[in-house]
């Protein structure tokens, strides 16, 4: 008896442990339906909720965690649902769905290669697996699209990377690292607001991302914002202190910053030279900050016409357009440049495209005032042929006269060759007609003006120079050059 009551004991003990696990089971299939109800609904939280509960009543299914982790897949947490998944194949290596969803989780991820081996593993168990054939091959593709750009970006074709990572993220739409090194490229490619977003949707998710912090403090450098840029990258360091990208970046930010400051101090002072070399010096620090070394050379082309080195200058204002097509004080000074260089062509072009550019009354007046310029520079140059400035006084255009009509008089030149004595006529004529312009007040206004003299029956096609060589020397008699 007491044999068998010790049995029924053990009897006792053990029947509701067997009938607690199938109802777990069964209670755990039923939450399982539901869930898989919802998910059909694409209710995926819901779904979430209830596979969770399934798990909870029976841990050891694997397709609990598989239809979990599918749902997490569907909510784009891919991370977590990797941890599903391969949990399912831990408790169930055969479960060829519980392979592919890792596999795509982490293809998703951006692990090309640990997805290559989930998918050949669910190949191995289901060779003719048309899923797992087609996630294989875009995992292979992903590999290769990284590789490419791990290429290009050393050789700085940017825009390849860009195409790259673009494919490589209709496969893994998840990959943070990719989605980096595009945005990246696009900052050195000054795409910026475009490379601003992608980093921005990063640090949403999170925060603490030290390769997003850095592409938005290099975005910031890159469009001149240098003091905001140096904030991002000494945040980029406080979460990783060995980002070298971002050490680097804030390095060259400070020391862009000091050294333009630096020259602009010193051009203040009017110590050119040194603002000269100050400037040189910050144009070396990064040749890929385009928009600060824009300014740069602008500047140091302005320091270049203050030292009247035009010819620099226009060189400088040049490469700052080149760097920046839209820098409009660029343009404006080497107007200015080419206008006291007398290239009035090229000064009219540049007023040209500032003025389309900003329509101001300033730069119509300065447009207007090149155009008239480039207008009397194809006429003669009366000043030039008497030789004087165009401030010249009347008694320095008399002593000018004076000098080039004796200069260039026939009678001078009697003994030369007929081919020499055709080009002093033609000179000794040009000084009369310059002359008779710049010392008489009324044309001379005209002329410096830019109006035509043949409006008011000032044509000097039948001007004769020697009327105005006698009426200057007094008349016959007043000049010889046999006396002299």
Known sequence: MAAAAECDVVMAATDPELLDDEEAKREAETFKEQGNAYYAKKDYNEAYNYYTKAIDMCPKNASYYGNRAATLMMLGRFREALGDAQQSVRLDDSFVRGHLREGKCHLSLGNAMA??????????????????????????????????????FEKRDFRKVVFCMDR???????????????????????????????????????????????????????????????????????????????????????????????????????????????????????????????????????????????????????????????????????????????????AVRDYEKVYQTEKTKEHKQLLKNAQLELKKSKRKDYYKILGVDKNASEDEIKKAYRKRALMHHPDRHSGASAEVQKEEEKKFKEVGEA????????????YDSGQDLDEEGMNMGDFDPNNIFKAFFGGPGGFSFEGR
Not at 117 to 142: G, T, Y
Not at 435 to 446: A, E, G, Q, W
């Open 168 to 346: 490589a993220l209709e496969f893994a739409p998840a990959c943070h690292r990719f989605k980096i090194l595009k945005a990246e490229c696009l900052a050195m490619l000054g795409r910026y607001p475009e490379a601003q977003s992608v980093a921005s949707d990063i640090l949403r998710m999170d925060s603490t991302n030290a390769d997003a912090l850095y592409v938005r403090g290099l975005c910031l450098y890159y469009e001149d914002c240098i003091e905001k840029a140096v904030q991002f990258f000494v945040q980029a360091l406080r979460m990783a202190p060995d980002h070298e990208k971002a050490c680097i970046a804030c390095r060259n930010a400070k020391a862009l910053k000091a050294k333009k400051e630096d020259g602009n101090k010193a051009f203040k002072e009017g110590n050119y030279k040194l603002a000269y070399e100050l400037y040189t010096e910050a144009l070396g620090i990064d040749p890929n900050n385009i928009k600060t070394n824009a300014k740069l050379y602008c500047n140091r082309g302005t320091v270049n016409s203050k030292l009247r080195k035009l010819d620099d200058a226009i060189e400088d204002c040049t490469n700052a357009v080149k760097l920046d097509d839209t820098y409009i004080k660029a343009y404006l000074r080497r107007a200015q440049c080419y206008m006291d260089t007398e290239q009035y062509e090229e």
């Open 435 to 446: 002359f008779t312009i710049l010392s008489d007040p009324k044309k001379k206004t005209r």
């Open 115 to 152: 997805a290559c081996r989930s998918f050949q593993r669910a190949l191995e168990l289901d060779h003719k697996n048309a899923q797992a054939q087609q996630e294989f091959k875009n995992a292979n593709a992903v590999m290769e699209y990284e590789k490419i750009a791990e290429t290009d």
